[in-house]
């Protein structure tokens, strides 16, 4: 049988020096991790999504067929209740898999502070209305922190903030006031669709203001680049860019426009030209802030 001679070179590096070498070692022999194991998480992102959007389009904007089919009321209504709570759950589990496969554990003190500031801006915002106007949250996205604001929306805020982030991060690789700059107007592009599509078409948060923007105060939009800003500035203090840099980039911007197809499919049906011009437009400045995305084996 052949020998490799760098084979046999390693293993007597990692005699020499075995805890110097031992990590290099089993990096040499690791296999070439699975990726159809991510794609097929971030299918299932899209395939949530996909089902979401159809309901919404048969029986959301046409009633009547429900009136004709007495067993599909209480369908569409369990539907109503239960996709959204789908779709950020689903979305947050293939994220949570993709990270743990390719970070391990390193991703979860990004995640506590994450959700610990978004929840705060949320809270301040459904008690005193600010940083985003005055609104409450209905019971449509199920349990609550203190009875104001759901437990799944920080999760929300964290799987939307870390490809906003990473795609920040590659554009500006040296520049960290750059990059929070950068990546808070990419996760500002997603509410553009987002709040027309979850406070006017369907009523999961109701506002307490009349606003210009389909309902919504453009105070919103300055919160939410404000505590944008906080958790771009929080992942980078907790230094998220050395994991981060182990992550799909192409990956992470298809999970961003996974997430985004349900709330820009239902301002489209619903014929909300307004929000998807304005979401296509953000899109657009992004798209020139952040540059050609790199080749997969870049």
Known sequence: ????????????ASVAHPRANAKQL????????????????????????MLGLVGFVAFGLHPERLAAAPRAVAVYGWMLLWAPRAQIIVAFGSLALLLTRHTGARWLPALGAVYLLSLLSELAGTTVGLPFGPYRYTDGLGAKWLGHVPVLIPLSWFFMALPSYAIARWRFPTSIAARVVAGSLVLLSWDLALDPAMSLVTNYWVWGVDGPYYGMPIINLVGWYVTGL?????????????WIARLPLRWLVGFYGANLLLPIGMSAAAGLSGAIAATVAAMLLCWFVAGRLPAPNE
């Open 26 to 49: 089993a990096r040499e022999l690791q296999p070439e991790r699975d990726g159809s194991i991510d794609r097929l998480a971030l299918a299932l992102v899209y395939v949530v999504s």
């Open 1 to 12: 049988m052949a020998s490799n001679p760098d084979t046999g070179i390693v293993r007597l």
């Open 230 to 242: 906080a958790l771009m500035i929080a992942l980078g203090a907790l230094r998220a860019d050395r």
